[in-house]
């Protein structure tokens, strides 16, 4: 007796939520005890990982309240806790940041060789505040907000040397998005 065919199409989509959302939670509890057992020496944000997850699925008030806390709270910080983008988190970061890591590679080839080198490396100021704006422009904010944001970008420049090729080139990228922004409202103005 033939047995019949049953279709089973399986839907991933949500045991990969699930897997990210796990993630995202221990590696939210990881920056909560790097936060205890360095806050000491420098400022750790510790909702990083929890805005790139709120970013991704599109929470983005969640996402921008929670970089806004991250930047204020780093923006004076002279040490810089660092986020490298290591192919495990890839899948938690947008296209711009994709595609930057890759012409990060290609500006400061040795960052192959030697896996340890910053050039790989964002700070969370600055993936903070390249959420900020990212969420400022999909939320329509003002423009005296989006001024603001190209102030702390200044900040964050000035506290980033150029062993921080990644760092460097999104700061640029978010200030030319902003100011590209601002530009525009301009000429319907």
């Not at 993630?23 to 790097?34: G, K, M, N, P, Y």
């Not at 929890?50 to 996402?63: D, I, M, P, S, V």
């Not at 490298?84 to 990060?104: H, K, R």
Request: glycine content about 4%.
């Amino acid at each position: 007796m033939p047995t019949p065919e049953i279709s089973q199409q399986l839907d991933t989509s949500e045991l990969v939520q699930l897997l990210q959302q796990s993630a995202v939670e221990h590696l939210t509890e990881f920056r909560q005890l790097e936060a205890q057992e360095f806050g000491s020496v420098h400022r750790i944000a510790t909702t990083d990982f929890e805005a790139l997850y709120a970013y991704k699925r599109g929470e983005y008030q969640r996402c921008l309240q929670l970089s806004i806390d991250s930047v204020k709270l780093l923006i004076d910080d002279e040490g810089l806790s660092c986020l490298f983008v290591y192919p495990e988190f890839i899948q938690l970061m947008d296209d711009n940041i994709v595609s930057l890591t890759g012409l990060a590679l290609i500006v400061n080839p040795s960052c192959r060789n030697q896996p340890n080198v910053f050039a790989n490396a964002l700070s969370q100021l600055t993936l903070s505040l390249y959420l900020m704006t990212q969420c400022q422009l999909k939320l329509h904010h003002s423009m005296a907000s989006l001024a603001q944001t190209v102030g702390y970008i200044s900040l964050a420049r000035q506290q980033h040397n150029e062993d921080f090729t990644l760092g460097q080139l999104l700061l640029k990228l978010i200030e030319r998005q902003i100011l590209t922004c601002v530009s525009a409202e301009l000429l319907v103005m």
